[in-house]
């Protein structure tokens, strides 16, 4: 068969026959009377091999190898190939990603696209100082898409650069809330914390119910950064997943004070005061648990509270009866 109806039958060009040819890789096994090349049926397979180990991402030096030596192995080849597929996945991805967020950003001109491109960059930056400068001038510089602010917010490890992040986000107003629900159901705990950390800051009624739901996370940890910031909003939901953590020994003493704020009106404070008259009638809670639960309660006002005291008083805790004695002589103090 001539080059010519080679190339028609296998799509191979004859261009790319010919260098083929040149290299060795796939030969004519004859010529015609006139010197035309030629080829065999078993020149033809050779070519439909070529192309198919190129379909995979194979060099034509690797083909070369793969067809001509009886020993050849394929799986190490193979598993480079993957690596670098995915590699080359991940790089397209990664530009995609930035293309979108550039056009979210609705640039007016080239100097805008320069400027989201900077600030993208600087939030990426393994320079700390660099991606909280960022974060700060999002604000009042070209405008950064808020899924690339959620992003970097949730995979930021340092506290100062975390803070600007979050402060940015809470400027960004409740489009940032969805991505940041999502992040609540991370895999990862970290990510999980710095998404309600986030929520927490926002001030708006969305923000609020978010952090409603995140009091039923499975994750103790969201509970406890959404409980203060419910209790802070007046939430009296969050009561409960505060008396816990003092309880629990975790952030107790911003659990009380939350818990002390939250206590400025008689029905809060009443239920408030149930709430933790309830955990000390457990008898499995230590010691330093109780003591803490009890000086809780010495913050709350109220004749339940004060009831709930004076019983204390006799505790057979002796640190129980003595915080006990001394916040009631406070209360009855004229």
């Known amino acids: ?10 799509g191979v060009s004859a261009r790319m026959l010919r260098h083929y040819d040149a290299l060795g890789l796939a030969r004519p096994t004859g010529r015609t009377g006139s010197g035309y090349r030629e080829y065999s049926s078993d020149d033809i397979r050779r070519i439909f091999h070529i192309e198919s180990l190129r379909s995979l991402g194979l060099s034509l030096r690797e083909v070369g190898d793969a067809l ?12 480079d190939l993957i690596r670098q597929t995915r590699e080359r996945i991940a790089g397209e ?5 930035r293309l979108r967020r550039i056009g979210a950003a609705e640039p007016s001109d080239w100097e805008d696209v320069l400027q989201t491109v900077a600030l993208l960059q600087a939030l990426g ?16 510089g070209a405008p950064v898409p808020v899924e690339a602010l959620v992003e970097a917010a949730l995979s930021e490890a340092d506290p100062n650069v975390g803070g600007a992040l979050r402060w940015a986000l809470a400027q960004s107003g409740d489009d940032v809330l969805a991505l940041l629900a999502e992040g609540l159901g991370s895999p990862l705990a970290d990510v999980r914390v710095r998404a309600v950390q986030a929520i927490a800051e926002i001030p708006s009624q969305e923000a609020t119910a978010l952090l409603r739901e995140a009091l039923t996370n499975s994750d103790p940890a969201v509970r406890r950064y959404a409980a203060p910031a419910l209790g802070a909003r007046g939430v009296a939901d969050a009561v409960p997943a505060l008396v816990d953590m003092i309880v629990d020994g ?16 008689p029905e809060p404070a009443d239920r408030i005061a149930r709430t933790l008259v309830g955990f000390l009638a457990r008898g499995s809670l230590e010691p330093p ?10 913050d709350i006002p109220g004749t339940v509270a004060s009831d709930a005291l ?8 002796r640190v129980v009866a003595l915080t006990a004695t001394y916040v009631l002589t406070l209360r009855e103090a004229p």
């Not at 001509?68 to 598993?79: I, N």
């Not at 975790?250 to 009106?265: F, G, H, K």
């Not at 109780?290 to 000086?295: I, M």
């Not at 004076?310 to 805790?317: H, M, N, R």
Request: proline share 3%; aromatic share 2%; net charge negative.
């Open 1 to 10: 068969m001539l080059i010519g109806d080679v190339a028609r039958r296998s």
């Open 68 to 79: 001509d030596d009886p020993g050849f192995q394929p799986s190490a080849l193979v598993d």
């Open 93 to 97: 991805t990664a530009l995609l990603t």
């Open 125 to 140: 930056s393994e320079n700390a100082g660099r991606r909280q400068r960022a974060a700060l001038s999002s604000v009042e």
């Open 250 to 265: 975790v952030n107790d003493v911003d659990a009380a004070d939350t818990l002390s704020a939250l206590a400025a009106r």
């Open 289 to 298: 648990a109780r003591r803490r639960l009890t000086q809780a309660l010495a």
């Open 310 to 317: 004076a019983e204390l008083s006799q505790d057979g805790d």
